[in-house]
């Protein structure tokens, strides 16, 4: 299994870290009064955490020729949109624990993770913007601004159709993937589309680029969905019981319904509705999900996802980063955090 590109991940965080201190060195402003924004920011960002969609965008800039150096401001700003998002679910769900650590709104309060999770998601545009300086013409700027604007906004839609799906008890495997191509896979595919476009690549590229990372993001959500069952939250470093808490019809709970005695239903009803001790409820619903095979048919499906994300590499030419994004295929269901 090969895992991210070592000189790709140790850049990323050191431009994360470099970055934010360069704001207000010292955390204060230019009349010496602390700024705790920045404070906020910081403590977010710099959790360690897998990196993925940033080394996506260097990765698939590369596979077209272009230069990491130039699209590293844009990664950047990926890696501040992704943590945006997870202040802000973590809002949402409630849960405690974030990359082994409080929860921004834990550490901070929910008013103040609001307004970072906000300023996180304007940074992905100033980080945009910064590519000018290395060289990348306006152009493609422009359009890498609405891939990264589309796919926040799909993002959106995703959140607001889980919170749905949630609501009416919909145990529908199509529901659910099109939830999931759009909360998580469109910043996937967004990273690997505005990559490939700052690096230059031709329009057939960067789409391929594009299936691979909607392809990509599907299994990768997949295989989230079953960390809960096949690790512990020491290892994830969030809690295991988030998508029971929050009632979240994920795929092997789908497929488990399907599949599943009446009894395994009922199982899963009291686990959903609350009728269990939280860490009872995680050891039924993980009983029942190993019987009806729910997590090898999970497994499965995310295999068929890894398969297109293959296929979709090869229409790009070899180099260097399309074997690291190749790489990303098997990393995505192997994983265990």
């Known amino acids: 299994m090969e895992e991210i590109p070592s000189a ?56 077209v020729g272009g230069r990491v150096a130039d699209v590293l401001p844009a990664a ?42 906000d300023a996180l998601l304007f940074q992905i545009f100033l980080c945009l913007a910064e590519c000018r300086a290395a060289g990348v013409p306006d152009g493609r700027i422009v359009s890498a601004m609405e891939i990264v604007a589309r796919a926040g906004v799909d993002l959106c839609r995703g959140q ?71 690790t512990d939250a020491g290892t994830t470093g969030k809690p295991a019981t988030s ?16 599949a599943g005695t009446a009894r395994d239903r009922a199982v899963l009803d009291a686990a959903l509705l609350g009728e269990l001790a939280i860490d009872e409820a995680l050891d039924a619903v993980g009983g029942v999900l190993r019987s009806t095979e729910a997590i090898a048919r999970s497994t499965a499906m995310a295999r068929t996802y890894t398969d297109r994300a293959a296929a979709a590499l090869a229409l790009l030419p070899a180099s260097r980063g399309r074997d690291h994004l190749a790489g990303f295929v098997e990393r995505t269901v192997s994983r265990v955090r």
Request: proline share 5%; aromatic share 8%; charged share 25%.
């Open 8 to 63: 790709h991940a140790g850049l990323m965080a050191n431009e994360v870290k470099r970055r934010w201190e360069s704001f207000t060195p010292g955390g204060e402003n230019n009349e010496g009064i602390p700024d705790p924004l920045d404070e906020i920011c910081s403590y977010a960002l710099t959790a360690p955490g897998k990196l993925f969609r940033p080394v996506l965008l260097l990765l698939s800039a590369e596979s």
């Open 76 to 117: 950047v700003g990926t890696e501040c949109g992704h943590v945006a998002s997870l202040i802000h679910d973590d809002i949402i769900d409630g849960d405690a624990m974030r990359r082994g650590r409080p929860a921004v709104y834990r550490r901070y309060g929910m008013d103040n993770a609001i307004v970072a999770g």
């Open 160 to 230: 607001a159709l889980e919170a749905e799906i949630t609501s009416r008890s919909a145990r529908d495997v199509r529901a659910y993937l099109r939830m999931v191509r759009l909360k998580t896979a469109a910043l996937f595919s967004g990273a690997c589309q505005a990559g490939a476009v700052l690096g230059g690549g031709p329009p057939e590229w960067v789409q391929a680029l594009g299936e691979y990372g909607d392809a990509l993001g599907i299994a990768f959500q997949i295989q989230d969905d079953l960390l809960g069952y096949v």
């Open 243 to 258: 998508d029971i808490k929050n009632r979240r019809l994920t795929l092997p709970i789908i497929l488990a319904y399907e």
